[in-house]
């Protein structure tokens, strides 16, 4: 396949001339959103995220199609918040595999902006979290949290992955716990959480990390 790039200040105009070459596809980079970028093909125009984690991999995050729903404007919106998260040590692309592994009969949510990520039968809504352990300080401090005094989440599921993203630990923490160990840092106007061994004492946590383990097994 065919793959040509460009490096723009992405304008409407500008998606909506954009056109894939035969029999390949055209890559969009915003120079205003850094690591933003459109993906022209036959098939559609997709937004997609790229950014560095601090091992130096390059993961590539799918934010959604190109429409009227989701246009220039709310990629860059969603590429400005997984920046900040970035920035905090999380691993956005860590998170939604995890989303994966865990989601066996749940309803996963693509608008991070409602405050949660995933829906289980029940319609416990789950805000989901990873990091990965490689002996840095501060490595169990999750990602910024979304929305916690609005109580726009049910439940936290957050996994611990070892040096070679296996699980480590996993587990699911109600609302209530959550919101009494977390704290707020204003200047990010986030939530931050500090997932160490004693989460897993705190009232109403369950462990899943055999779960976890097996569901990885099983991809």
Same mark, same amino acid.
């Given at each position: 396949? &065919?793959?040509?790039?460009?490096?723009?200040?992405?304008?409407? @105009?500008?998606?909506?001339?954009?056109?894939?070459?035969?029999?390949?596809?055209?890559?969009?980079?915003?120079? *205003?959103?850094?690591?933003?970028?459109?993906?022209?093909?036959?098939?559609? *125009?997709?937004?997609?995220?790229?950014?560095?984690?601090?091992?130096? &991999?390059?993961?590539?995050?799918?934010?959604?199609?190109?429409?009227?729903?989701?246009?220039?404007?709310? $990629?860059?919106? *969603?590429?400005?918040?997984?920046?900040?998260?970035? @920035?905090?040590?999380?691993?956005?692309?860590?998170?939604?595999?995890?989303?994966?592994? $865990?989601?066996?009969?749940?309803?996963?949510?693509?608008?991070?902006?409602?405050?949660?990520?995933?829906? =289980?039968?029940?319609?416990?809504?789950?805000?989901?979290?990873? @990091?990965?352990?490689?002996?840095?300080?501060?490595?169990?401090?999750?990602?910024?949290?979304?929305?916690?005094?609005?109580?726009?989440?049910?439940?936290?599921?957050?996994?611990?992955? =070892?040096?070679?993203?296996?699980?480590?630990?996993?587990?699911?923490?109600?609302?209530?716990?959550?919101?009494?160990?977390?704290?707020?840092?204003?200047?990010?106007? $986030?939530?931050?959480?500090?997932?160490?061994?004693?989460?897993?004492?705190?009232?109403?946590?369950?462990?899943?990390?055999?779960?976890?383990?097996?569901?990885?097994?099983?991809?």
């Amino acid at each position: 396949m &065919r793959r040509a790039m460009a490096k723009l200040n992405l304008t409407d @105009r500008a998606i909506g001339a954009a056109k894939a070459p035969a029999n390949g596809r055209l890559e969009l980079w915003d120079t *205003k959103s850094p690591g933003l970028c459109l993906r022209v093909s036959s098939s559609g *125009k997709v937004w997609v995220y790229r950014y560095r984690t601090p091992d130096g &991999r390059q993961p590539r995050l799918k934010l959604g199609e190109h429409s009227q729903a989701f246009g220039l404007a709310d $990629a860059r919106a *969603k590429a400005d918040k997984l920046r900040v998260e970035v @920035r905090e040590g999380g691993d956005p692309a860590s998170d939604r595999r995890t989303a994966r592994r $865990a989601a066996a009969g749940w309803a996963l949510e693509n608008s991070s902006a409602l405050g949660f990520d995933a829906v =289980d039968g029940a319609g416990a809504r789950y805000q989901i979290k990873s @990091r990965r352990l490689t002996g840095r300080i501060g490595e169990r401090q999750l990602s910024a949290l979304r929305r916690i005094p609005e109580k726009s989440f049910d439940y936290l599921a957050a996994v611990l992955f =070892d040096a070679n993203y296996g699980v480590a630990r996993a587990i699911i923490l109600p609302h209530a716990a959550v919101e009494a160990g977390a704290r707020f840092r204003s200047h990010t106007n $986030a939530w931050l959480f500090i997932l160490d061994d004693k989460a897993w004492e705190l009232p109403g946590a369950r462990d899943i990390t055999a779960d976890l383990v097996a569901a990885a097994e099983r991809l």
